[in-house]
């Protein structure tokens, strides 16, 4: 194949594609949810539009796309083989009770056949087999069109819950009463160059692992809702398609190997100039996919604010980091001077992590002893497993594995006692702290400066969390002037009004907002006082607030702290 398509023809393609089919394009929100806790970061196109899907008015209308950046931290170990990475790009259509299959199945097909030249001859596609137990049918709708649209029988399959059903909870047996959910049909690219592997099955399929099937689009059609009995139809169904960027223009080059699209090269051609190893060889691949991978997500999580630290979203930045140092070291290849910082700190725990492994190989290695090089020293399994290999010692790998699965069960529990409740649930105590995050915004602003810029929050019922630009520690006294500020906002009851404008007015409005993020051609501006023009706060924001200041009580600053180098954190509540 001559034509060679980038990342950057591909997701422009799809946007205009879809554009010129009335949808509005939607920039990507940010990696790090800014009001939702209950998730560290953003991992699909649709977690942004959650409250559309459930129901909620999109003031943009009922079609929308985008190219919503994305990253997985459960797919870390994945990272390695042909297909997988940590950060990607979800290209995503949403009808908000707009059209249904008839319409989007044969959309996604005239844009991967005719609008980037993808051979209809390599793609197979899913469906929903249906569930009896729950009265829910098989989807000879989805499969009926895409037999219409020239694939041919013997090209779709049918798949279970397991496979061809989306909901927040999975499997149609997960559900809670009153969760939606629906079936979907996914589309899979074939590479024909790739023989099938008898490991993993004697017949190959769109689901076989074995790497000649590569998912690369999912249509969910959200028509149902849980309920004691079964379920039953919701009052409006909404379509919500997402396709990986980065899988797509792989198969629009009918390249099996994701790593070898155009994104990839600059990091691919640095770590073989540096370390004198090819790409091409097969011993390297895997460190190569690694930290092209991990570099990669690391400086997009940066860029979205992330801070190496050892919790939260920051211990995620650190993990990828410190195994990139890793499987740089196996290359002898050197990093991006950006990670320098981490690389000096991750020395030293490197260099006690291997105190510790030969004051053990003098025995086999026990799972915790494994879990313990991994939570302590920050060595992943398979650098154990390398050195225990070496020396010639065992390393139980099943008390490994059980280990880290009651690390993962603490974890999620704490972080659902963390993160419970939050603005994603738009209770009144959440809209309150909203509103008060955007008295807050302009009170910093008013006492230090036009500097002050937005680097995320987080909100529960029980206080807000408001991080903004910054060079240095506040004085009591500018905290002082700025919790003083918004009371006196409080206490002049304003009103808050929200209006749809055009980029360009919004702009020249003076409402704040994120500089480097792309927006459509119209957004929401939400302003604090009686007119745009005399207003005392104006952001773009697209959240619930209150409809007047008066009601939100005394506030308290109850924090000041660094988050990470040049930005500050303020913890507050209202007192009762």
Known sequence: MSRKWTLHEVRQKYLDFFKAKGHTIIPSASLVPENDPTTLFTGSGMQPLVPYLLGKEHQLGTRLANSQKCFRAEDIEEVGDNRHTTFFEMLGNWSLGDYWKQEE????FEFLTKEIKISKERLWVTC????????LPRDMESAEIWEKLGIPKERIHFYGGEKNWWSRSGHPENMPVGEPGGPDSEVFYEFTQVPHDPKFGEKCHPNCDCGRFMEIGNSVF????????????LPRRNVDFGGGLERITTAANDEPDVFKIDIFAP?????????????????HQRSFRIIADHTRAAAKLMEDGVAPSNVGQGYMLRRLLRRAILFADKLSARLDERFREEEKRFRKTLADGLRHFKGLSARDISGHDAFLLFSSYGFPLDLTLDLAR?????????GFSQEFEKHQEV????AEKKFRGGLADTSEVSVKYHTATHLLHQALRDVLGGEVRQKGSNITPERLRFDFSFPRKLTSEEVARAEKIVNEKIAANLPVHAV??????????????FFDEKYPDKVLVHYIGDTLETAYSKEFCGGPHVQNTGTLGHFKVSKEEAVSAGVRRIKAIFET
């Open 411 to 414: 974890s999620r529990a704490g």
């Open 390 to 398: 070496e020396g010639g010692i065992a390393v139980d790998i099943d």
């Open 267 to 283: 990091a691919i051609d640095a770590l073989e100039q540096t370390s004198g190893k090819s790409y091409s060889n097969a011993l």
């Open 222 to 233: 959200m028509e149902y809702r849980k309920t004691e009995n079964g379920f039953e139809k």
């Open 128 to 135: 929903f087999e249906g569930d009896p137990a729950f009265g």
């Open 105 to 108: 199945l044969p959309w996604l």
């Open 500 to 513: 749809t404008l055009s980029l360009g007015e919004a702009q020249k409005s003076g409402a704040l907002h």
